[in-house]
């Protein structure tokens, strides 16, 4: 399926996840915005991504730190789109800091991990929800990682356990109060590492299989399929490739 004449708002553009998103949609002929907190980022990306003046690419600056600023997020993306409705959405923001053990670590430190990755998707999800939600075909994907279903590995990643297991609770939560609506909620659960382009290692140093535009492709499967309210738990590229095989 083409996505010609499909409107994709990416927020978490710039990262290593929500870059390769950006390019696939752009390859299938959709029309993206690409949101991000920083002007140059996104002026990086588009040379990273070698996104060309003629390719339908919409750039925001803008924040999912509170509710007013992510309502100027929402207003921005419409005159950017002068109107045009939003078709998906993929919120992929934040990353994982790392701590020192759970008692050790002072709370904001928790605090500011769920600000940068679980409140900035919720408030996206406000944002753009009530939008997509009587519009056919319209899905909204959240990433969060593997680290939610085990002990960290090593201690100091501990705010990522709680920061993507409750991204994964949030999704169950969003998934019941969308169960009866057009729009598509799911999130994708990332059990393995993901590099930038052309790398082979994340951002913890950890060697990858792959870079981002081998793993963007699932989501356009995604956007494509049946898949409502689910975590979607991948293990590898393999079975990200299955997710886009559609
Ligand atoms: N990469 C991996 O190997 C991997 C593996 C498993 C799971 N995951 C999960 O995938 C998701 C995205 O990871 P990623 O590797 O794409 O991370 P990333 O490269 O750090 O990208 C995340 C993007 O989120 C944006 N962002 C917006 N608001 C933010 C805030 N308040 N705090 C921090 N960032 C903010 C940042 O863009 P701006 O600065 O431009 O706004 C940033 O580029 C996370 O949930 C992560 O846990 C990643």
């Known amino acids: 399926m083409s996505f010609q004449n499909r409107v994709v708002v990416v927020i978490g553009a710039t990262g290593v996840v929500g870059s390769g998103v950006?390019?696939?949609?752009?390859?299938?002929?959709?029309?993206?915005?690409?949101?991000?907190?920083?002007?140059?980022?996104?002026?990086?990306?588009?040379?990273q991504m070698k996104i060309q003046a003629s390719e339908p690419f919409l750039s925001v600056v803008g924040d999912f730190k509170d509710e007013a600023s992510a309502t100027e997020v929402k207003k921005a993306v419409a005159a950017t789109l002068g109107g045009k409705a939003i078709d998906h959405v993929v919120s992929v923001q934040g990353f994982?800091?790392?701590?020192?053990?759970?008692?050790?670590?002072?709370?904001?430190?928790?605090?500011?991990?769920?600000?940068?990755?679980?409140?900035?998707?919720?408030?996206?999800?406000?944002?753009f929800l009530p939008d997509l939600k009587d519009r056919e075909g319209s899905t909204f994907t959240l990433v969060s990682g593997g680290l939610a279903h085990m002990p960290p590995?090593?201690?100091?990643?501990?705010?990522?356990?709680?920061?993507?297991?409750?991204?994964?609770a949030l999704t169950l939560a969003l998934a019941a109060e969308t169960a009866n609506d057009k729009v598509r909620l799911n999130t994708v659960c990332m059990h393995f590492g993901v590099a930038p382009l052309g790398?082979?290692?994340?951002?913890?140093?950890?060697?990858?299989?792959?870079?981002?535009?081998?793993?963007?492709?699932?989501?356009?499967?995604?956007?494509?399929?049946?898949?409502?309210?689910?975590?979607?738990?991948?293990n590898s590229f393999a079975e990200a490739e299955k997710l886009s095989a559609r």
């Open 199 to 234: 790398g082979d290692k994340n951002q913890f140093g950890m060697s990858t299989e792959g870079d981002t535009l081998r793993l963007a492709p699932a989501f356009l499967g995604i956007a494509r399929g049946t898949q409502k309210g689910q975590l979607l738990c991948v």
């Open 96 to 127: 994982v800091a790392f701590a020192k053990a759970p008692t050790s670590t002072p709370t904001e430190e928790l605090k500011a991990a769920l600000d940068d990755g679980l409140f900035n998707n919720l408030l996206a999800a406000k944002a």
């Open 22 to 47: 950006v390019r696939k949609y752009l390859d299938a002929g959709a029309t993206v915005v690409g949101v991000s907190r920083s002007a140059s980022k996104l002026e990086q990306l588009k040379q």
């Open 153 to 168: 590995p090593n201690i100091s990643l501990w705010l990522g356990t709680v920061k993507n297991a409750a991204l994964n």
